[in-house]
């Protein structure tokens, strides 16, 4: 088996990807976006069918881009992967892996999953993103793209015509502490003017402990998740690589 590196697919191959993409979210219960907005792809082709038995043309995908930001002077990579449920086990991961680090030398690498794989246990945790619902006891008007208060000030945006998505709660350091973040989320949605959204939706970063207490206070409820790893290469005591 080989692993191929490419920057571009073709439209067969774009299919064959999404078909393994869906695949694994079927087997695995998860949901994600079998959307190919990356700016790298590595794969092992099945290049076997009759002995492996398995009818789609890939066995495993790995795909990244470069994120808009840095970690110790290094650009970072958020990577993802996708192993067929009926490979695993077999060190395809891995494989896709040794070949990121050997083309990549010198980047940051990020692994993103959706749920807990054996594979992915060994890498160093760094965080998890929720992604959390409420839906309101009555549907609200707009409050605003920006709202502030004496103590804060708090940011929206309509994400369809019936939701609203809460992308920014700021509470001033000397106010913090007092309550003053639920009292402004109170004043805007359960005070706020009669209209049509009915949901409001928001991200929260795990290592913000208070937002989520906050959030869990006010009836937000997790809906999806996305956790993230550090992509290190194994090493021996003596430094080589494993």
């Known amino acids: 088996m080989e692993v191929l590196l490419q920057l571009e697919l073709e439209a067969e191959e774009k299919q064959a990807f999404q078909d393994l993409i869906l695949l694994c979210n079927r087997e695995d219960g998860t ?101 959390l619902e409420k839906t309101l006891e009555r549907p609200i008007a707009f409050p605003g793209e920006r709202r502030v208060y004496p103590y804060g000030e708090v940011f929206f945006s309509p994400y369809n015509e019936k939701t609203l998505y809460l992308y920014g709660l700021m509470v001033e350091n000397r106010f913090r502490g007092q309550g003053k973040g639920e009292e402004i989320l109170r004043d805007c949605l359960d005070r706020g003017e009669a209209g049509v959204y009915q949901k409001v939706i928001l991200q929260v970063d795990s290592r913000n402990r208070a937002a989520m207490r906050l959030y869990t206070k006010m009836g937000f409820q997790i809906k999806d998740l996305v956790s993230y790893y550090r992509g290190e290469r194994k090493r021996n005591r003596d430094g080589k690589n494993i």
């Open 31 to 131: 949901n994600y976006d079998s959307g190919l907005d990356y700016d790298f792809f590595y794969s092992i082709r099945n290049e076997e069918k009759k002995e492996s038995g398995i009818k789609e043309e890939y066995l495993a995908i790995l795909m990244g881009y470069k994120l808009g930001e840095q970690e110790e002077g290094q650009d970072i990579l958020l990577c993802t992967a996708f192993v067929h449920p009926s490979m695993r086990g077999q060190g395809l991961f891995t494989m896709c892996m040794e070949c990121l680090y050997d083309d990549f030398r010198g980047k940051k690498i990020r692994l993103m999953r959706k749920e807990k794989d054996e594979y992915f246990l060994h890498f160093p945790y760094i965080y998890t993103e929720y992604f």
